[in-house]
């Protein structure tokens, strides 16, 4: 997978009446994020079914760019309180793209 289009998809299940803390806590992060080299984009969904679901999509360009992004101080500040809003670690997956249209 390297140096070829990464996507990530991250579950968030976020303790029960603190999905604005998660919403107040990603919208720099979201910002911040779109701006880095090598991010084509960065968008966090919330389930229609369960408003405590969230699912963060994410394509990088490369694994390698998607790996400095992971050492950026704000997704570092974000990991370390996450424990804060989130009854779970975040599920990741990381995929490839096999059909482009």
Same mark, same amino acid.
């Given at each position: 997978?390297?140096?070829?289009?990464?996507?990530?998809?991250?579950?968030?299940?976020?303790?029960?009446?603190?999905?604005?803390?998660?919403? =107040?806590?990603?919208?720099?992060?979201?910002?911040?994020?779109?701006? =880095?080299?090598?991010?084509?984009?960065?968008?966090?969904?919330?389930?229609?079914?369960?408003?405590?679901?969230?699912?963060?999509? =994410?394509?990088?360009?490369?694994?390698?760019?998607?790996?400095?992004?992971?050492?950026?101080?704000?997704?570092?500040?974000?990991?370390?309180?996450?424990?804060?809003?989130?009854?779970?670690?975040?599920?990741?997956?990381?995929?490839?793209?096999?059909?482009?249209?």
């Amino acid at each position: 997978m390297s140096g070829q289009q990464v996507t990530v998809t991250a579950r968030l299940k976020v303790k029960q009446g603190l999905e604005d803390r998660l919403r =107040e806590e990603f919208a720099p992060v979201i910002a911040l994020t779109r701006a =880095e080299d090598g991010c084509i984009n960065y968008d966090l969904h919330q389930s229609t079914e369960d408003p405590s679901v969230f699912l963060l999509h =994410e394509n990088w360009a490369s694994q390698e760019i998607l790996y400095l992004h992971l050492q950026q101080p704000y997704i570092r500040a974000l990991g370390a309180k996450s424990e804060e809003f989130l009854v779970e670690p975040p599920e990741i997956k990381l995929w490839q793209q096999i059909v482009n249209h």
